[in-house]
């Protein structure tokens, strides 16, 4: 079922809107046109034949004088008619043709099926339609089925590609693990989840149906008289196109409209599928708020040391706030937050799962979601205003929880770390890479040369960490944002990549680390803020808020934290081991 979010998407694409109206005035005179212009388009006057355009005839007459623009009215309806049909037998026989090669456990017979399905493809559809209606026998109904058998195996294809990639989804593996049969999990668990798409195929496929049945008419192959569509009624007014153009005209350009109207409902029912899309407002950049709206509210604030007017902000953030539209309204994970970071300083955000924390790192990076309004009354990154600026570039790092997500799978490191140098700084490629090499030398990875040359996979979660950070230090960013940088590394690793943040702390770069771990926050951090439900409730020097914390949440989250041996303050305070 449509979500009201995709129908609102739909809506607010002023093309797909366009087209959607094209396709219900193409509907309605299929309709109505056999109703109203039946008796024109088929009255014989042969005083009128092979007329010209006229007040009386706009596109002119045939060889018999019958009006033109009401047979190509009146053609609507089977041309229409036939081409849905066409579709509807090219996806049912598609779907199942699709789904059977998907559902093949041996890999050696699914090979050869779907390799059967290529040679077929490689065929021009309209040939094989021409070939099988010459078997069928000439008609309308034999070439909506030419056509439908012709266009199935494209819905094929979609079909067991879409299939595949769903079958190797943990729920569609869950539901074989519970026994269900191989055409339960066809049906209830891989269909459902490729039926989007196949909507959207068939619009298209609409339009490609409509051509080929054309076609066929044109040919002779399709519809015979007395009945007539767009393809017939070409073929007639082409022997009089050098008299009475316009004759030719009226099913050209149906034919070329409605192909285009459905082709472009098509896209635009696609475009509406897309989660990005289903936005109330989608602002491309921060919108600094009117001013006079109520500041944010910090529940607990512990007095922090005097700090000097002049000390050098690398960020400051004054009423940030994050809208998401749901089907139930908006809803604001990030509500009036404000905080600042120091040269040098590493602040950190902690809060339980959903408290907005990564949403505030991914706004102050420029990379919220597409459907979240962001909108600020202040984001300054080094003295510099960002609410303009779409693009953060050269200003801010950021580091991943799984590095995977910030490194390219497909390029290697070194393209990677050289790639933004080129672009941002117009360093040469050599300049670029004997900067990057540095770069990962100083975060102290081992045999750079090597791993430069090699791809993400080829690296261990720890050393990959390490990259995404040095991408960061090769840029020269002020800031760091980190999300989770540790949670999915090793102990060990863990360490070493606190130990990196110090290094870089102690270099003057400004970090936020964003954790649900209050241990890692005491690690390495000097200020916390705690999040709770998309609002700060405390906030100050990390050893204030981790011994004396003032709010009941904060307290829980300190709980949290594993007390082995009861040592407590001890990882509040830097310990050795991970200096
Ligand atoms: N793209 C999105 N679309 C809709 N809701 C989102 C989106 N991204 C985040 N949210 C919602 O916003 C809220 C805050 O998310 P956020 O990722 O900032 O939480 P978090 O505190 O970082 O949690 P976690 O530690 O689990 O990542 C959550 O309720 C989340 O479901």
């Known amino acids: 079922m449509l979500s009201s979010l995709y129908v609102r998407a739909f809506f607010k694409d002023r093309a797909g809107v366009l087209a959607l109206l094209g396709v219900l005035v193409v509907v309605l005179l299929a309709i109505l046109g056999p109703i109203f212009a039946q008796d024109a388009a088929t009255r014989i006057d042969a005083s009128a034949a092979g007329g010209g355009s006229s007040a009386a005839h706009w596109l002119g007459t045939d ?33 199942a043709w699709g789904l059977t090669l998907a559902s093949v456990q041996h890999p050696r017979m699914r090979a050869v099926g779907s390799n059967i399905l290529n040679v077929v493809l490689a065929f021009p559809p309209i040939i094989v339609a021409i070939f099988i209606a010459v078997i069928l026998g000439v008609g309308g109904r034999s070439a909506a089925i030419a056509v439908g058998v012709a266009v199935a195996p494209r819905f094929a294809r979609v079909v067991y590609t879409l299939a595949s990639s769903v079958s190797a989804r943990e729920y569609v593996h869950a539901a074989r693990v519970l026994g269900l049969s191989r055409r339960r999990v066809l049906l209830r668990h891989i269909l459902p989840n490729v039926a989007d798409t196949l909507w959207i195929a068939t619009f298209l496929e609409i339009s ?35 008299t009475t ?71 400051r953030v004054e009423n940030l ?45 420029g990379i919220a979601p597409a459907q979240a309004q962001v909108v600020a009354d202040r984001l300054e990154i080094a003295g510099e205003d960002q609410l303009d600026k779409p693009r953060r570039a050269g200003q801010v790092a950021m580091v991943f929880q799984d590095p995977m997500n910030s490194l390219n799978p497909a390029l290697r490191i070194t393209t ?50 390490r990259v995404s950070v040095a991408m960061g230090l090769v840029m020269s960013t002020p800031l760091l944002l980190a999300d989770e940088p540790t949670t999915a590394l090793d102990v060990t690793t863990q360490a070493q990549v606190i130990s990196l943040l110090r290094d870089l ?8 680390i964003v954790s649900h771990d209050m241990g890692v926050i005491g690690e390495i951090c ?25 709010h009941p949440y904060t307290q829980t989250l300190i709980d949290a934290v594993p007390d082995i041996d009861d040592d407590s303050g001890r990882w509040l305070g830097k310990t050795e081991a991970t200096s």
Not at 249 to 271: K, Q, S, W
Not at 540 to 550: D, I
């Open 63 to 95: 060889d018999l004088g019958r009006d033109v623009l009401a047979r190509t009215i009146v053609a609507t309806r089977l041309s229409l008619l036939l081409a849905i049909s066409a579709t509807l037998i090219a996806g049912v026989v598609g779907v």
């Open 526 to 550: 000097d200020r916390v803020l705690v999040m709770y439900g998309g609002r700060i409730v405390e906030r100050g020097l990390v050893e204030k808020v981790l011994t004396s914390p003032q």
């Open 245 to 315: 153009p316009a004759a030719v005209l009226g099913p050209a350009v149906m034919i070329v409209v409605t192909g285009l109207v459905f082709g472009f409902l098509g896209e635009a029912v696609a475009r509406a599928g897309n989660p990005q899309r289903w936005a109330v407002t989608r602002p491309k950049r921060l919108s600094p708020r009117s001013a006079g709206g109520a500041g944010s509210e910090v529940l607990h604030e512990h007095r922090l040391a005097e700090t000097s007017a002049n000390e050098e902000m690398v960020l």
């Open 505 to 512: 702390r102690a270099e003057g770069m400004g970090i936020v």
């Open 321 to 365: 706030s994050v809208t998401i539209p749901t089907e139930d309204g908006e809803f604001c994970p990030v509500n009036q937050v404000s905080f600042e970071v120091r040269k040098g300083e590493v602040l950190g955000i902690v809060g339980e799962s959903g408290s907005g924390k990564s949403l505030t790192a991914m706004s102050i990076a």
């Open 416 to 465: 990677q770390m050289t790639e933004s140098l080129r672009a941002h700084r117009g360093l040469t490629a050599a300049a670029a890479s004997l900067k990057a090499l540095n770069a990962l030398r100083d975060v102290h990875l081992t045999n750079p040369e090597t791993r430069m040359r090699q791809y993400p996979h080829e690296l261990s979660g720890g050393m990959r960490q």
């Open 208 to 242: 490609g149906a409509l051509l080929f049945i054309s076609a066929l008419s044109f040919l002779g192959l399709g519809v015979q008289p007395l009945a007539f569509d767009w393809g017939s009624l070409l073929t007639s007014g082409l022997d009089n196109m050098y």
